[in-house]
Antibody
Framework: VQLVQSGAELKKPGASMRVSCRTS????????IHWLRQSPGQRLEWMGW????????YYAQKFQDWVTLTRDTSTNTAYMALSRLTSDDTAVYYC???????????????WGQGTTVTVSS | DIVMTQSPLSLPVTPGEPASISCRSS???????????LDWYLQRPGQSPQLLIY???NRASGVPHRFSGSGSGTDFTLKISRVEAEDVGVYFC?????????FGGGTRVEIK
């Protein structure tokens, strides 16, 4: 089971970005994908999840208006798009698989390697 | 949002000795189904977090038996029975009872 994320990005304030999370080794549509970020000096922050089976999403209220989670079932890839970037969005962004089944919680059991996003003019 | 508080911030340990990390939540993490929605993760230097413990006390697949989780409600503990050099890194607790999932500030474990 692997989650491989796209490479580091350098963006200017006000720009948008999209991070990909390519999965392999399991049935993509069977497990939710969560997105999180880790800003310098800050604790890990949960952004939301996507259900790859039907594309359903849930966002943390903080991110509701400017994060979009999507997926492509033909390539087993999840995407996280963030708009109107500011320096506060400089962080390492992670995708993580939710190992839970319908009746049992199993934690975020597989993580991507992280994508460093730097927002600077 | 549920606030997660870890202690200590830093934990110097001697290889072969035990170690213990505490995590407290601002609200009970005990679900009506009887499970506590509290995970422990380890982030080794330069790596992504990895799952150690879920539901407060269940070891994830492949996690060594020297790691154990305990507690219920608002107070949880991660114990390492005998620390090894590969255990260095930052340990995080995370609650998954309510969205947004929230994390503790982390405990840095280092070898003395």
């Amino acid at each position: 089971v692997q989650l491989v994320q796209s490479g580091a990005e350098l963006k200017k304030p006000g720009a948008s970005m999209r991070v990909s999370c390519r999965t392999s080794g399991y049935t993509f549509t069977a497990y939710y994908i969560h997105w999180l970020r880790q800003s310098p000096g800050q604790r890990l922050e949960w952004m939301g999840w996507i259900n790859p089976k039907n594309g359903g999403t849930y966002y943390a209220q903080k991110f509701q208006d400017w994060v979009t989670l999507t997926r492509d079932t033909s390539t087993n890839t999840a995407y996280m798009a963030l708009s109107r970037l500011t320096s506060d969005d400089t962080a390492v962004y992670y995708c993580a698989r939710d190992g839970s089944s319908d009746s049992q919680y199993y934690g975020l059991d597989v993580w991507g390697q992280g994508t460093t996003v730097t927002v600077s003019s | 949002d549920i606030v997660m508080t870890q202690s200590p911030l830093s934990l110097p340990v001697t290889p072969g000795e035990p170690a213990s990390i505490s995590c407290r939540s601002s609200q009970s993490l005990l679900h009506s189904n009887g499970f506590n929605y509290l995970d422990w993760y380890l982030q080794r230097p330069g790596q992504s977090p990895q799952l150690l413990i879920y539901e407060g006390s269940n070891r994830a697949s492949g996690v060594p038996h020297r790691f154990s989780g305990s507690g219920s409600g608002t107070d949880f503990t991660l114990k390492i029975s005998r620390v090894e050099a590969e255990d260095v890194g930052v340990y995080f607790c995370m609650q998954s009872l309510q969205t947004p999932f929230t994390f503790g500030g982390g405990t840095r474990v280092e070898i003395k």
